[in-house]
């Protein structure tokens, strides 16, 4: 059963240029959470999906970031414009049910670097 | 709103030592506490986690964590470790009904294991 999968692992852009990041959910799963960890930091929330719905963005930035979980294909976390500050490594969990009670099952992450 | 403190960013220890992780919550309803290990450039794995029951919790690779109701506490323990225990440690806590189901993190304690 393969794991939770995202890609690119690493991704380098450019100021003002766009930054998409994929996350393939466990086998089964249909609850996906978008973290945002900084060096030295904790992970923060950034939003919480289910498929082709927003069920909590309370943690994402106002302006420049977006996400969405189609009927079909993987979650997407897009930032558009990117600046030096959105350096930091974003990391996807799913779990089978809502996060009550349930641990969430972690990808390995994609390090983004604006440059 | 709940919580989550690890009152050490690092803790360093020699192989063989015991060691204790240490967490404390926040939630004015009840929780589920996990304890999630992050190596090196790799995303979050479980440990351990408590539901109900048992206060005392047993996990992945000797590690084992105790709920403290009174004290608000979910410490980390592991009487002997090794070398490859080295990594991040992070507690996270999800309330029960009334509270919020999505997981906050603590800012993770940092476990360097010397020879």
């Known amino acids: 059963n393969a794991g939770v999968m995202q890609n690119p692992r690493h991704l380098v852009r450019r100021r003002g240029q766009e930054a998409r990041l994929r996350c393939s959910p466990m086998k089964g799963h249909s609850h996906v959470y978008w973290y945002r960890q900084l060096p030295e930091e904790g992970l923060k929330f950034m939003v919480y999906?289910?498929?082709?719905?927003?069920?909590?963005e309370s943690g994402m930035p106002k302006e420049r970031f977006s996400a969405e979980f189609p009927k079909e294909g993987p979650s997407i976390l897009r930032i558009q414009q990117v600046v030096r500050g959105d350096s930091a490594a974003y990391f996807c969990?799913?779990?089978?049910?809502?996060?009550?009670?349930?641990?969430?099952?972690f990808g390995p992450g994609t390090r983004l670097t604006v440059t | 709103a709940q919580s989550v403190t690890q009152l050490d960013s690092q803790v360093p220890v020699f192989e063989e030592a015991p060691v204790e992780l240490r967490c404390n919550y926040s939630s004015s309803v009840s929780v589920y506490l996990f304890w999630y290990v992050q190596y090196p450039n790799q995303g979050l794995q479980l440990l351990l986690k408590y539901l109900s029951g048992s206060t005392l919790v047993k996990g992945i690779n000797g590690f084992e964590a105790e709920f403290n109701k009174s004290q608000t506490s979910f410490h980390l323990r592991k009487p002997s470790v090794h070398i490859s225990d080295t990594a991040e440690y992070f507690c996270?806590?999800?309330?029960?009904?009334?509270?919020?189901?999505?997981?906050?993190f603590g800012r993770g304690t940092s476990l360097i294991v010397h020879p």
């Open positions: 969990a799913s779990s089978p049910e809502s996060g009550r009670g349930y641990e969430q099952y």
């Open positions: 996270a806590v999800s309330e029960g009904a009334g509270g919020s189901y999505i997981p906050t």
């Open positions: 999906l289910q498929k082709e719905n927003i069920i909590d």
